[in-house]
């Protein structure tokens, strides 16, 4: 627990814009998926890559530190779209999700976002506390070593924290 909290703890607007990265790709390793930062190792690519499973990933860009009620601008979600086209060349078999951490869902006019998501902080943040109840029941369990695999896909069930369920209960299309 005390891993999550220090982790959660830079998922906030106030981080560094690499500290909420890295937190991010924390929460994607919590939540049980292959993880990648392949701007920060490669210079180019997303700011954070959430692979699902074998056959889907989050293509994240992150923009947390915009102001609360700055609006996504082109130029912005450029940056997601060139990330995009990186992970279509790296991940040629793969379903990606385009996915912009941002404070708020708003966008410019001139911001054309088809169908990229975005994932508030609010919304973040819920997510957050789903996945802390999940931990603090887990780890109060007192089920088998080789049960708690089997525990660990019912409580993500429970807590709404499966892939498809994440996608449904925390991501966002823009306000237009």
């Known amino acids: 627990m005390s891993k999550f909290d220090d982790m959660t703890s830079h998922l906030v607007p106030e981080s560094s814009s690499n500290q909420f990265e890295q937190a991010l790709a924390d929460l994607g390793y919590f939540l049980g998926f292959a993880v990648e930062r392949p701007d920060k190792s490669y210079g180019i690519g997303p700011d954070v890559l959430w692979l699902l499973n074998s ?26 779209l060139n990330a ?4 279509q060349k790296e991940y040629p078999v793969m379903n990606s999700t385009k996915l912009m951490v941002c404070p708020n869902r708003l966008k410019t006019d001139k911001t054309v976002v088809g ?11 819920s997510m957050l506390q789903s996945l802390r109840s999940l931990l603090v029941e887990l ?13 660990c896909e019912q409580l993500l069930t429970k807590y709404g924290l499966t892939p498809t369920q994440l996608a449904k209960n925390y991501l966002q299309d823009f306000e237009e």
């Open 55 to 80: 056959k889907s990933a989050w293509v994240v860009e992150v923009k947390s530190r915009k102001e609360k009620d700055s609006p996504l601008t082109k130029s912005e979600h450029g940056q997601l």
């Open 84 to 87: 995009e086209q990186w992970f």
């Open 115 to 125: 169908e990229t998501k975005v994932l508030t902080l609010d919304k973040l943040n």
């Open 139 to 151: 780890c109060n369990s007192v089920e088998a070593d080789d049960q708690l695999v089997h525990l």
